[in-house]
């Protein structure tokens, strides 16, 4: 191992060791030289991106852009990378500023793949007005569907997989997923479902397939709504299940049996949960019941934003609830709570699949995406994996029902255990 002053100061930050290794443009090398893993910081430029934002956003533009790159596992050198990720201490930068002065402070060029900060997006519209919320949905989903079909797999469901057994694959944990929210809900045949954010319809199709139930999903996605639809009437659904490009505010029916809501709370905002639930109550018949299914904070005392990456590459205006937030704007806003599950080890499982499939599928997805936009989506996945596995995030699926305000019947069963 060799170190000059650029390898010195990174090798302090950066727990490189046997597995992962450094190599700098001006010849340090920190770590095995022959690992499989290693990072290699290209130019000045990329120490600029890392000095003059600290923490996962430097690392993303610096990766984004090619000025630093990786080879190997891309999960294997984030996990080297958790002291940066997690973010410098005042004492850490002070030291930084000490070695090697001011000269990577200097500006360079935001990426163009990245979204204006929180405050120029606020000069564009209100927080999760509808305009603002569909350009943001838009930003994210309407990259291409070939491009989420080389992720995703043949279920095109973006949202975390329930493994039933060790050795399951991506295809039947998602399969098992789509049971277990169906069973939750209590799908019947004839009944009349609501999958609100559904994407491309994997949960209505599969409800209306397996459980002969009505059903319709809505999405603000162009690009899901139009992929989703195709595929209903190609499975020969179109009798009894429909995908809309639409905002779930927007839904004229009401008095459906349940309403699915899976990997749309994300998107809706702390402030705005009260009316999100009353919205989805009172889409409802009295007996009908909510699954709600959502990417969490472990805490409630955290804050709801998301870190600075993600919601300036991937999910603008995204914002994260502890499960006792969510369950508590369940509560008082017509719901009573029967049943909370968390389901973080399947989310980081389930993105492991993402980024094997990812990497297996590389130069087509860069065909279609480009190659910084596939970037930002391998250090996304490898990112979260990383996150739920640390416990920094979890998943959790929320069941309500919405009781009879004259008996108090809930229409449950006494203590059910889904059958799955």
């Not at 204006?116 to 569909?134: E, M, N, Q, T």
């Not at 391998?378 to 990383?386: D, E, G, K, P, Q």
């Amino acid at each position: 191992m060799t170190r000059g002053e650029l390898g010195e100061v990174l090798g302090r930050f950066v727990n490189a060791g046997e597995h992962v290794s450094i190599t700098v443009y001006d010849g340090s090398v920190v770590g095995d030289p022959d690992s499989p893993h290693r990072i290699d910081i290209r130019s000045p430029t990329a120490l600029n991106y890392v000095f003059t934002a600290p923490g996962e956003l430097g690392l993303a533009r610096a990766y984004v852009t090619g000025h630093l790159d990786v080879h190997g596992d891309l999960y294997t050198v984030l996990s080297a990378l958790t002291a940066v990720l997690d973010g410098l201490s005042v004492a850490d930068k002070l030291w930084i500023m000490r070695r090697l002065g001011t000269r990577f402070l200097g500006s360079v060029p935001v990426p163009a793949e990245e979204a204006p900060s929180r405050v120029r997006r606020g000069l564009l519209g209100l927080r999760h007005s509808k305009a603002r919320d569909s350009a943001a949905i838009s930003q994210h989903y309407d990259v291409s569907n070939r491009f989420y079909e080389l992720v995703l797999g043949p279920s095109m469901a973006y949202t975390c997989a329930c493994y039933p057994e060790q050795d399951s694959t991506l295809e039947q944990a998602q399969f098992h997923k789509f049971d277990l929210v169906c069973r939750k809900l209590g799908l019947e045949p004839g009944m009349r479902l609501l999958d609100v954010g559904c994407g491309w319809g994997g949960m209505v199709a599969h409800a209306a397939e397996h459980y002969g139930v009505h059903a319709l999903g809505v999405t603000l996605s162009r690009e899901q709504a139009q992929w989703g639809q195709k595929e209903i009437v190609a499975r020969g659904l179109a009798d009894r299940a429909e995908v809309r490009h639409l905002d779930y505010r927007d839904v004229a029916e009401s008095d459906f049996d349940a309403v699915s809501s899976i990997g749309l709370t994300e998107h809706i905002g702390a402030r705005h949960l009260p009316a999100y639930f009353r919205s989805l109550a009172s889409k409802l018949r009295v007996g009908g019941r909510l699954l709600n299914h959502c990417i969490t904070r472990p805490t409630n005392t955290e804050t709801h934003h998301t870190g600075p990456f993600i919601d300036r590459y991937v999910f603008p205006d995204g914002e994260l609830e502890g499960v006792g937030t969510i369950i508590s704007a369940m509560q008082d806003n017509g719901f009573e709570v029967r049943h909370s599950e968390n389901l973080r080890e399947h989310y980081a499982r389930t993105l492991t699949a993402w980024c094997a499939n990812l990497d297996a599928n590389w130069p087509e997805a860069v065909r279609e995406a480009g190659v910084r936009r596939a970037r930002v989506w391998a250090l996304y996945m490898a990112a979260s994996r990383l996150g739920f596995e640390r416990h920094k995030i979890e998943l959790q699926q929320v069941l309500g029902v919405k009781v009879d305000d004259d008996t108090g019947d809930a229409a449950m069963p006494l203590r059910p255990d889904w059958g799955v």
